[in-house]
């Protein structure tokens, strides 16, 4: 018989099942933890592993056993940057093995990091960086790119989530400020045209390739805004594209990347995001997810 390991997928409160501690109103997304783990969990114990669902804040000793920590569905460590960081290090420290690795994530959770990717020569969407971002900031952007339409991001952030798009013809109020580190975008007319493109890789090798489009009105592809997905086989410029993404990143030990990537008006596709901390991977459009990862895990414990 195979010995079980026990393999933590970190979660939220609101992530969670309310049975496992999670809150009585999860997430409008939540159903994406749902379907993560009951993809995960029967190829996990085929190869011996005990999928085990915690809450990333729970105190240390809920961790006795666990052999190795998933990041799973951390979805608040945007607003705990710091608390999020010291956690995976104790875990560390407490001899279990976080994937992706405290080190990647420290690098990962500002999105600074698109910058190191451009400066290697990978295409990328252009960006005013900001301490913050007003009224003046988005004015000024729509002038440097030229363009009737911006996205304003927090350098910090994730989902989607505290976002903002702006035209001309809407600019924020005189008092408005995004109130965090920010990043301002011209709006990319594919995504609603062609959609966004997700290039799953588990152990550095590609396991699948996902379409992503936004609801009518809406520019934001995730499900917590009406986004949908589907299958998504890429070409092999497509494929070629993504795997330089992989190939350009500072880290030979990742388990998983889920690297997004929007096309450009000159066709160019390029990296929207290079995803390594807590990323949605998509199982339904991948039903090999599991069995791979399961193989990558057994491959490190």
């Known amino acids: 018989m195979i010995p079980t390991r026990n393999v933590a997928f970190l979660a939220c409160q609101e992530t969670l099942p309310a049975a496992?501690?999670?809150?009585?109103?999860?997430?409008g997304d939540a159903f994406e933890h749902d379907l993560q783990v009951s993809a995960l969990r029967p190829a996990f114990a085929a190869a011996g592993l005990e999928l085990v669902e915690l809450d990333w804040h729970a105190p240390l000793?809920?961790?006795?056993?666990?052999?190795l920590a998933l990041l799973g569905t951390a979805w608040d460590y945007q607003d705990h940057a710091a608390a999020f960081l010291a956690r995976l290090k104790e875990l560390e420290e407490y001899g279990i093995t976080v994937c992706n690795s405290s080190s990647i994530v420290r690098w990962n959770l500002d999105k600074g990091y698109l910058r190191e990717l451009g400066e290697a020569g990978l295409p990328t969407i252009p960006t005013l960086w900001h301490g913050d971002v007003g009224q003046s900031e988005v004015l000024a952007g729509f002038d440097h790119f030229a363009t009737d339409q911006v996205v304003v991001k927090r350098q910090v952030g994730a989902g989607g989530m505290g976002q903002h798009s702006f035209t001309r013809?809407?600019?924020?109020?005189?008092?408005?400020?995004?109130?965090?580190a920010s990043m301002i975008q011209p709006f990319l007319?594919?995504?609603?045209?062609?959609?966004?493109?997700?290039?799953?890789?588990?152990d550095g090798e590609f396991s699948h390739g996902v379409r992503k489009r936004a609801a009518k009105g809406e520019y934001r592809i995730q499900s917590l805004y009406g986004g949908t997905e589907e299958g998504y086989?890429?070409?092999?410029e497509d494929l070629t594209a993504a795997q330089s993404v992989v190939d350009a990143l500072p880290f030979e030990?990742?388990?998983?990347?889920?690297?997004?990537?929007?096309?450009?008006?000159?066709?160019?596709?390029?990296?929207?995001?290079?995803?390594?901390i807590e990323p949605y991977l998509y199982p339904?459009?991948?039903?090999e997810l599991g069995t791979r990862l399961a193989r990558a895990i057994t491959d490190r414990t």
């Open 20 to 27: 496992l501690g999670g809150a009585e109103e999860r997430r």
């Open 61 to 67: 000793g809920d961790f006795d056993g666990i052999e």
């Open 169 to 180: 013809d809407a600019p924020p109020p005189d008092n408005w400020s995004m109130g965090h």
């Open 189 to 202: 007319p594919s995504i609603g045209e062609e959609g966004e493109f997700t290039f799953v890789f588990i």
């Open 233 to 236: 086989t890429p070409s092999s």
């Open 253 to 276: 030990d990742l388990l998983y990347a889920r690297i997004d990537m929007v096309r450009l008006p000159s066709g160019t596709l390029a990296v929207m995001e290079a995803e390594l």
């Open 284 to 287: 339904q459009q991948g039903p």
